[in-house]
């Protein structure tokens, strides 16, 4: 097993090289195309080599056919996948200490299954996904189930005899919070699991007992999660009850951290400073106006060229809480701060601009609606084009989008030819003539929604492992939300409703008895056209590219279209799969998909990783 598991290590490494390639500007047209097709095979090779390894040794693997040998091997290896918030493969980790969770409990290997218990709930916390706005928590359950379960055993700590079970039973006691969802009412169950969990930490009996534990860690991690929830917290209006058991633990951490930084002549941790600072406001030991002041003052401390974790905190998070608070003033109080906050946005917007896709991501992810707001303000380019600026983050995201907007522009404009009355409602049109009329109009309110349909996906990369294998259940549940993720960052974006629905339907059937996701509120009557149209093209695009894309086996276009027309009036629209019943409309379609395809992908992979490449209208 140990060289399947470098094996994969190599696989998983020469994958993350490949898709993130960097090509010499000299390389002709042809050349770049036959690198990036090259590349994508030899990425497609490595996914099947990797489902072959995971499904011989993990997958596929029943319990009692797990020897103590493969324990100690399977172990190892989840041990190099899985490292936290810098993990290799948390999904795969997670299938391994799922198959362990098994074979423990058929051993009936008590501190095994705690072990187990522990390792299966944390690898899954970092897999979870949420959206507090929509109340949307996926995973939070589960996770929970299994920090509950370890955390029982705690009944039965003095009987057991390992000091590194106990340690397991505790960090289990401590993370049930994690499962916690961040709704509305969240704050007094999180603070009964929280003293729940503090009485053991802090207690003497239990230090003296295993005095070798790391009860201070435990104990500054405690504290450091709870001050940071400040920011769920600071949005439930009316229940300041939160605000000293917060600001306890912030001084805490603030206290802590300050020692620590005496002692090796640091800086205290900037985010521990804003967090602190924050929360002494809401706890009214600073005014408003002082915790701007305060706020500014932090953010005068930024280098623009950090890209650290502490970068990011000094020149993102502390923004966007002078956002949040700058709003949080009375209009009329407003003004003063206009010239200090334009600022701060034009700094933030050019340094957000040059950070790494998967980093933007995440963060856009956690501060959609601060980032959106401060990026509006702050960059003349990103308020007219914000949403392709995020598209281009992420090049294959891109190139599909691209190619589904010029698809749809096409297919719209067909069906305005041939059918009009199946566009009558699109833009408010009320008859044929008005389509007629208005069919540039329409054609390019089209493929302006289909641009931004897979937005979503952008803000899941982090929890999806897309490029070097099979998707687990996990996160084939997790890439199921993207249509919800895209229609709430598009919402926040001011893009249209039709582009909001497009994004948000495009993956459910046109019969509306399957896809995803599900439950979904109804499609409007005036989009529903171009959700019919977008998800045609979708699926063309994507069963197609025969340049870049690396999870699937390419088809040729008379395959999709066998296959367009063997769901159609099902999955999807039949009205949109007969116009390719005439032989010189999906003719113009297969021709002009490659000659489109190749113009696209040459000028995402020119433009430099996370500059924007905005699309061309139609």
Not at 97 to 123: F, K
Not at 182 to 191: D, L, V
């Amino acid at each position: 097993m140990q060289e399947m598991m470098e094996r994969y290590l190599g696989n998983v490494a020469r994958c993350a090289l490949l898709n993130h390639p960097s090509f010499e500007p000299s390389l002709a047209d042809d050349e770049l195309l036959a690198r990036i097709q090259e590349n994508a095979r030899e990425v497609h090779s490595l996914i099947l080599e990797n489902n072959e390894i995971l499904d011989g040794h993990v997958l596929n693997k029943r319990p009692e056919e797990v020897t103590d040998e493969d324990v100690r091997d399977l172990n190892a290896f989840a041990d190099r996948l899985f490292l936290y918030n810098r993990s290799v493969d948390d999904g795969t980790a997670y299938r391994i200490h799922r198959l362990l969770l098994d074979v423990a409990t058929l051993r009936g290997d008590r501190d095994m299954r705690i072990r187990e218990l522990y390792y299966v709930g944390i690898t899954l916390q970092y897999m979870k996904i949420s959206c507090n706005d929509l109340e949307l928590f996926v995973l939070f359950d589960r996770v929970r189930a299994y920090f509950d379960e370890g955390a029982r055993y705690i009944d039965q700590y003095e009987e057991i005899e390992s000091e590194t079970t106990r340690a397991y039973i505790v960090r289990c006691l401590a993370n049930r919070k994690l499962g916690v969802e961040r709704k509305e009412n969240f704050w007094p169950e999180y603070c009964r699991l929280f003293d729940e969990a503090m009485a053991v930490i802090t207690s003497p009996k239990y230090r003296a007992m295993n005095p070798n534990i790391p009860w201070a860690d435990f104990e500054y991690s405690m504290h450091a999660d709870r001050c940071g929830a400040v920011t769920s917290l600071r949005l439930q209006h009316g229940d300041d009850s939160w605000t000293k058991p917060v600001l306890e633990s912030a001084r805490y951490v603030h206290d802590h951290i300050e020692r620590q930084a005496r002692n090796n002549d640091r800086f205290t941790s900037s985010r521990i400073s804003y967090l602190y600072k924050v929360a002494r406001y809401h706890a009214g030991e600073i005014t408003l106006v002082e915790l701007l002041e305060e706020l500014f003052d932090l953010y005068d401390q930024a280098d623009w060229s950090d890209y650290s974790d502490q970068g990011l905190v000094y020149n993102v998070n502390v923004a966007c809480q002078i956002q949040f608070y700058i709003h949080s003033l009375p209009e009329e109080e407003r003004p003063p701060w206009r010239i200090r906050r334009r600022k701060v946005f034009a700094h933030v917007s050019h340094y957000l601009s040059h950070l790494k896709p998967s980093v933007y991501m995440y963060l856009l992810n956690n501060n959609v609606q601060e980032i959106v707001s401060i990026r509006a303000h702050g960059d003349m380019n990103f308020r007219e084009h914000k949403l392709e600026y995020i598209l281009s983050c992420h090049k294959p995201t891109y190139v599909h989008s691209c190619m589904v907007a010029w698809l749809t522009a096409r297919i719209t404009t067909r069906m305005i030819q041939v059918a009009p009355e199946k566009m009558v409602g699109v833009l408010g049109t009320l008859d044929e003539r008005e389509v007629f009329d208005r069919a540039q109009e329409i054609v390019a309110h089209a493929h302006e929604c289909a641009l931004y349909h897979d937005m979503g996906k952008n803000l899941l990369l982090n929890a999806v492992s897309l490029y070097y294998r099979k998707l687990i259940d996990v996160e084939f549940s997790n890439i199921q939300h993207h249509p919800i993720f895209g229609a709430r960052l598009l919402r926040v974006c001011n893009a249209s409703e039709d582009a909001v629905q497009v994004a948000l339907h495009h993956h459910r059937f046109a019969n509306g008895k399957g896809g995803y996701p599900n439950p979904c509120e109804p499609c409007t009557e005036s989009a529903r056209p171009l959700v019919c149209i977008v998800s045609v093209a979708d699926s063309l695009d994507a069963g197609t590219d025969n340049v870049g894309r690396c999870y699937a086996a390419v088809k040729t276009f008379d395959e999709l279209l066998a296959e367009l027309r063997s769901g159609s009036g099902t999955r999807y629209a039949k009205e949109v799969v007969d116009l390719f019943d005439d032989e010189a409309f999906a003719a113009e379609i297969r021709e002009g998909l490659h000659i489109k395809r190749r113009e696209v992908y040459c000028r995402a992979y020119r433009e430099e990783e996370g500059e924007f490449a905005g699309e061309t209208l139609i």
